[in-house]
């Protein structure tokens, strides 16, 4: 592959209906480039398939539920199919959800963990043939989460550990093989799973506060584009207030989990005495 995957490449991109992903696809949408759209909402693939082909490249929609164990051999299935090659894999598909350990279902449990980590692991098992074949690159979006608790959101924190050092770990197995992976940490991010911080049980200065913190999902998507032409394997901050937000934490640590007990102890129900 060349150092520049959005121009004559073939790329597999996942959760690619709405916030990062959305954008991740209009980033490589470029003339020449082939790019298999992956989500479970059909009309918002289609609706972005025809943006992406406005742009001059080719789409390929696969509306798929990721949670299904055959979900990945189908995505490099199709994609050889159709364009004989894998250049870059993007592994953008997750989800969290605000609860408590203790009050998940099973059900629950299982489906964050077969979205964000066996997805990804699957995936990337089934395509690494092809990205051998083409010394291309593996780009996993993980989170901030990864490094730092996130309290009532423990299982997407640990999903995002998960990703974290599958990456750390692969790396050395990728080793002479041509293949780049990186993963890469984005912070808060101004989508639908940010609204939440309006109902935060903070003071209004320390929430507005925090908001110089959240990123765009355009800016991450383009600074995904830009991550994919290192030729070396890392994980990497997407963005300067992804960085500045994981360091706030760690340099602030006594005050950022006083904060966080607050926080855990406003949002969970009162147990009757």
């Given at each position: ?25 209009l ?6 480039s082939k790019?298999?759209l992956?989500?479970r909402r ?21 509306a798929l ?13 199709e ?6 090659r894998i ?5 953008n598909?997750?989800?969290g ?5 203790e009050e998940?279902s099973?059900?629950s ?9 066996f997805a ?7 395509a ?6 083409s ?29 974290v ?32 911080l ?31 032409c ?6 990497l ?18 005050i ?9 102890r ?8």
């Amino acid at each position: 592959m060349n150092n520049n995957p959005s121009s004559s490449s073939v790329i597999i991109l996942t959760g690619a209906s709405s916030g990062i992903g959305y954008y991740t696809a209009l980033a490589f949408a470029k003339p020449g480039s082939k790019i298999v759209l992956v989500a479970r909402r059909r009309e918002r693939l289609d609706e972005l398939a025809k943006k992406v082909e406005e742009k001059g490249a080719q789409p390929l929609v696969l509306a798929l539920d990721l949670a299904e164990p055959s979900a990945s051999e189908l995505i490099v299935k199709e994609t050889i199919k159709n364009f004989g090659r894998i250049d870059l894999l993007i592994n953008n598909a997750g989800f969290g959800q605000q609860m408590l350990v203790e009050e998940t279902s099973d059900d629950s449990l299982r489906k964050i963990f077969e979205v964000n980590v066996f997805a990804t692991i699957n995936t990337t098992k089934k395509a690494l043939p092809y990205l051998r074949e083409s010394k291309g690159c593996i780009i996993n979006v993980a989170s901030v989460a990864g490094f730092t608790p996130m309290p009532l959101h423990t299982l997407y924190s640990a999903t995002k550990h998960a990703l974290v050092g599958f990456g750390k770990s692969l790396r050395f197995e990728l080793i002479d093989s041509g293949v780049t992976i990186l993963t890469v940490c984005p912070g808060p991010v101004a989508t639908e799973f940010m609204d939440s911080l309006e109902g935060l049980p903070f003071p209004k200065w320390l929430l507005k506060w925090g908001k110089l913190f959240i990123d765009t999902p355009e800016c991450i998507a383009q600074n995904i584009a830009r991550f994919s032409c290192r030729t070396k394997s890392a994980v990497l901050y997407a963005s300067l207030r992804s960085r500045l937000s994981s360091l706030g934490y760690h340099f602030c640590r006594p005050i950022a989990d006083q904060l966080y007990f607050l926080y855990v102890r406003k949002m969970r129900p009162k147990t009757p005495k």
